[in-house]
């Protein structure tokens, strides 16, 4: 078996194309597995460090203002699909699956073009424009949340599998977790806290007004923050500014390599609300404070957080809306009230599909023998 992966440019739409590939090596160890992205994209970080190779296209998304970069995107968005082509001609794969991002677009319009089955994945409650382009060329459509098929017109190839996560998410307990990285049994409630890889200006404002407001009061409270790296100077001089270093419960690190041993730790995640992220809170049943970013494509990410609100698993707090007084709130709120918190464990859980992996094999199994 040979397959092209197709998706990039954040983690969001990396980490699911990385999932799908480990699930087919598992399932077919000799298959042959390469990706396309960027040059500039997270793909050249993830995917080596995966032992997967990587083709690269050039291709990039429209600005929405008024800018000279749209004549080059009109210029790529007509020469990337030729370009997609030889690729295609030369790795002759038996299928090709994109996971989103503009980048997928080229390679998946050019494998309908030349008869080489393919499907995209969608993480994200709306549909981003690379999918909605391709929509009616793919064979199949697999969506993460229910809710896409109804902003799809190419409703009767959908097919809801849930998100894809590597093995490493949901292995180890609570308690495992919190021996493994040596939080003190005193600790009682840990709150975890981050705003992606790179960092988000007002989430580490909001979860260093936490520990100032909050944490600092409470001996049996741990929260731990990720800066992120290219906004941990400024949250750190922000956290020494109101002498939080010399806190025992507060902990502001630069990036977190291993989230899923974190996550397992905590009581309670403060988060952005990617799709990655959120399926991720669901296969732990961790109840969530979620501010999604208000700067992404189509605001999907508070569409992601109002599926989740809805359903009760989360609490929904816009950026518009953040203030010291708004983010104590809510932490109070869930970390006072233990019913509240296995409430909203129970509910999130619903939205896990642990079995995500297997149904997404099973549908490229299908599709090929079609």
């Given at each position: 078996?040979?397959?092209l992966?197709?998706?990039?440019?954040?983690?969001?739409?990396?980490?699911?194309?990385?999932?799908?590939a480990d699930?087919i090596?598992?399932?077919?160890?000799?298959?042959?597995?390469?990706?396309?992205?960027?040059?500039r994209?997270?793909?050249?970080?993830?995917?080596?460090?995966?032992?997967?190779?990587?083709?690269?296209?050039?291709?990039?998304?429209?600005?929405?203002?008024?800018?000279?970069?749209?004549?080059?995107?009109?210029y790529?968005v007509?020469?990337?699909?030729?370009?997609?082509?030889k690729?295609?001609?030369?790795?002759?794969?038996?299928?090709?699956?994109?996971t989103?991002?503009?980048?997928c677009?080229?390679?998946l319009?050019?494998?309908?073009?030349?008869?080489v089955?393919?499907?995209?994945?969608?993480?994200?409650?709306?549909?981003?424009?690379?999918?909605?382009?391709?929509?009616?060329?793919?064979?199949v459509?697999?969506?993460?949340?229910?809710?896409?098929?109804?902003?799809?017109?190419?409703?009767?190839?959908?097919?809801?599998?849930?998100?894809?996560?590597?093995?490493?998410?949901?292995t180890?307990?609570r308690e495992?977790?919190?021996?493994?990285?040596?939080?003190p049994?005193?600790?009682?409630?840990?709150?975890?806290?981050?705003?992606?890889?790179?960092?988000?200006?007002?989430?580490n404002?909001?979860a260093?007004?936490?520990?100032?407001?909050?944490?600092?009061?409470?001996?049996?409270?741990?929260?731990?923050?990720?800066?992120?790296?290219?906004?941990?100077?400024n949250?750190?001089?922000?956290?020494d500014?109101?002498?939080?270093?010399?806190?025992?419960?507060?902990?502001?690190?630069?990036?977190?390599?291993?989230?899923?041993?974190?996550?397992?730790?905590?009581?309670?995640?403060i988060?952005?609300?990617?799709?990655?992220?959120?399926?991720?809170?669901?296969?732990?049943?961790?109840?969530?404070?979620?501010?999604?970013?208000?700067?992404?494509t189509?605001?999907?990410?508070?569409?992601?957080a109002?599926?989740?609100?809805?359903?009760?698993?989360?609490?929904?707090l816009?950026e518009?809306?953040?203030?010291?007084?708004?983010?104590?709130?809510?932490?109070?709120?869930?970390?006072?009230?233990?019913?509240?918190?296995?409430?909203?464990?129970?509910?999130?859980?619903?939205?896990?599909?642990?079995?995500?992996?297997?149904?997404?094999?099973?549908?490229?199994?299908?599709?090929?023998?079609?």
């Amino acid at each position: 078996m040979r397959v092209l992966l197709t998706g990039g440019g954040t983690g969001g739409h990396v980490y699911p194309a990385l999932a799908i590939a480990d699930m087919i090596k598992m399932n077919h160890p000799d298959a042959e597995i390469a990706f396309v992205g960027t040059k500039r994209g997270i793909e050249n970080k993830l995917i080596p460090a995966a032992g997967y190779s990587l083709y690269h296209i050039e291709i990039q998304g429209i600005r929405r203002s008024l800018s000279p970069a749209n004549l080059k995107t009109a210029y790529l968005v007509a020469t990337s699909p030729r370009k997609a082509k030889k690729l295609i001609e030369e790795f002759k794969p038996d299928l090709v699956i994109g996971t989103g991002g503009y980048v997928c677009w080229p390679l998946l319009r050019a494998a309908s073009t030349m008869g080489v089955p393919s499907m995209v994945h969608e993480s994200n409650a709306l549909p981003g424009v690379a999918v909605r382009q391709v929509q009616k060329r793919v064979d199949v459509i697999l969506t993460n949340f229910e809710e896409t098929a109804k902003l799809l017109k190419a409703k009767d190839r959908v097919v809801n599998v849930g998100n894809p996560l590597r093995k490493s998410c949901g292995t180890i307990s609570r308690e495992e977790a919190r021996k493994k990285l040596g939080i003190p049994a005193e600790k009682r409630f840990v709150i975890l806290s981050f705003g992606g890889s790179l960092g988000a200006p007002r989430l580490n404002e909001a979860a260093i007004d936490v520990m100032r407001d909050y944490v600092r009061s409470r001996e049996d409270v741990l929260h731990i923050h990720s800066g992120g790296s290219r906004q941990y100077e400024n949250a750190k001089a922000l956290f020494d500014s109101y002498g939080l270093s010399e806190d025992r419960g507060c902990v502001l690190k630069d990036y977190i390599y291993d989230m899923p041993t974190y996550m397992a730790a905590a009581d309670l995640v403060i988060c952005r609300a990617g799709a990655m992220t959120l399926t991720e809170l669901a296969m732990m049943g961790k109840p969530a404070i979620l501010i999604p970013s208000p700067n992404v494509t189509d605001n999907h990410q508070y569409k992601n957080a109002k599926v989740l609100a809805d359903g009760e698993g989360a609490i929904l707090l816009e950026e518009k809306d953040l203030t010291a007084e708004s983010i104590c709130d809510a932490v109070r709120l869930v970390a006072e009230n233990e019913a509240l918190r296995k409430r909203m464990s129970e509910a999130v859980r619903r939205f896990a599909r642990a079995d995500a992996g297997r149904r997404i094999y099973e549908e490229i199994i299908t599709l090929l023998k079609k």
